[in-house]
């Protein structure tokens, strides 16, 4: 089955720097990547997500890039601020259209320092 | 927020004892999905649903099983808890994204049921 690896595991960034979270996954199928952004308490939500047809996606602060060949996609936050704190899941699934059986990362917890 | 409710949102039984969480939703959606999240496994899933009466397994459902009688409520039985099922569990819906339509099958997730098993 496919697995998917996530680092760093935590990152903390000074605000208004940029943040970059990498994923790796091993299926050559999967063609759906979204990223998941997890408050304290809460469920995951979803925040961008790509297909494989595509080599970059980017809405306002967040974008993130798939490179297929080497099967990674990267999450990119600019001008990181307070409220980017908390836990980010990547993800991948091969068959979105048919139920989507994620396959998440571990997962990266954010801090924004002030 | 997509209406999904999860209860029990905490619960704490013994080992061996049977314990049903249940997830309703509220936005008919036609697929629903029990996944536990642990301390850097991120979130498995276990179980999912693609319609009432049919389900099917997760890469982790090993203790668990899970029923569906109406579109709405998806059940997920631990029938002999184990300190090994220790964990919060989230509940997941996503509709029909097939390739006429813009959806992309975002899944949509409960608030989680914390079990603590001693």
Redesign the interface.
Known sequence: ?EN?E?HP?TLSVQEGDSAVIKCTYSDSASN?F?W?KQEL??????II?I?SNVGEKKDQRIAVTLNKTAKHFSLHITETQPEDSAVY?CAA?TS????????????TRVLVKP | DAG?TQSPRHKVTETGTPVTLRCHQTENH??M?W?RQDP??????IH?S?GVKDTDK??VSDGYSVSRSKTEDFLLTLESATSSQTSVY?C?I?E????ARES????F????SRLTVL
């Open positions: 089955g998917v996530q595991s759906y979204p998941y308490g809460k469920g995951p939500q979803l997500d297909r899941f699934s979105p259209a048919a139920g989507n059986k994620l396959t998440f990362g571990g997962g | 999904i036609r697929y999905y996944y850097g496994h991120g979130l498995r899933l999912y693609y997760g890469e989230f997941a996503s029909w994204a097939g390739t992309t099958g975002e899944l997730f409960g608030e989680g």
